[in-house]
T-cell receptor
Framework: GQQLNQSPQSMFIQEGEDVSMNCTSSSIFNTWLWYKQDPGEGPVLLIALYKAGELTSNGRLTAQFGITRKDSFLNISASIPSDVGIYFCAGLPPLTGTASKLTFGTGTRLQVTL | GAGVSQSPRYKVAKRGQDVALRCDPISGHVSLFWYQQALGQGPEFLTYFQNEAQLDKSGLPSDRFFAERPEGSVSTLKIQRTQQEDSAVYLC?????????????FGSGTRLTVV
């Protein structure tokens, strides 16, 4: 099935550094979501974006919904060891058929060194 | 319960065996979703229920896959005659209102290994 393209695929950073990752699609989405998944667990929702151009923050996390509606990015400021995990973007298409079907990205694996 | 509960956490099946994976959603959640996550990939949609009605099963990879939610709460994903390519983590998620509601809560998943 279709998966959104995320980059980078993985990254190693030092504690305290800022992190940036993005997600692109060939088709338009009406909603962008960012999830974090820890090993052996299900994804946990971090941020939801509902309209083009929207910039939303959740603590040290900031995400933006691209103007073209085909991309989104996530920034993490001042990273800490517990930020380690896999970050997934997910999109909801315009309201056609079953609107609740999420399309996930390929994931960005984040590792933080002390 | 407080979260989405899935059982078993791990399942090893011999090729050709039938398996049944269970999902207990959050009490009162109307919508329930099943996703399949292959190793190193993001989750992929399988099927969606609103109460007991299966509104979308377009993601089920073959007719060996079957899901049900007969009373609008617990759901079971059944895979018949398992194949090695069925090996994956199967995630269940629920939400209070599935119509454009984004507050999905995922369970921890069932890791299926077909040998």
């Amino acid at each position: 099935g279709q998966q959104l393209n995320q980059s980078p695929q993985s990254m190693f950073i030092q504690e305290g550094e800022d992190v940036s990752m993005n997600c692109t699609s060939s088709s338009i989405f009406n909603t962008w979501l960012w999830y974090k998944q820890d090993p052996g667990e299900g994804p946990v929702l971090l941020i939801a974006l509902y309209k083009a151009g929207e910039l939303t923050s959740n603590g040290r996390l900031t995400a933006q919904f691209g103007i073209t509606r085909k991309d989104s990015f996530l920034n993490i400021s001042a990273s800490i060891p517990s930020d380690v995990g896999i970050y997934f973007c997910a999109g909801l298409p315009p309201l056609t058929g079953t609107a609740s079907k999420l399309t996930f990205g390929t994931g960005t694996r984040l590792q933080v060194t002390l | 319960g407080a979260g989405v509960s899935q059982s078993p956490r791990y399942k090893v099946a011999k090729r050709g065996q039938d398996v049944a994976l269970r999902c207990d959603p959050i009490s009162g959640h109307v919508s329930l979703f099943w996703y399949q996550q292959a190793l190193g990939q993001g989750p992929e949609f399988l099927t969606y229920f609103q109460n007991e009605a299966q509104l979308d099963k377009s993601g089920l990879p073959s007719d060996r896959f079957f899901a049900e939610r007969p009373e609008g709460s617990v759901s079971t994903l059944k895979i018949q005659r398992t194949q090695q390519e069925d090996s994956a983590v199967y995630l269940c998620a629920s939400s209070l209102d599935g119509q454009r509601n984004y507050g999905y809560t995922f369970g921890s998943g069932t890791r299926l290994t077909v040998v």
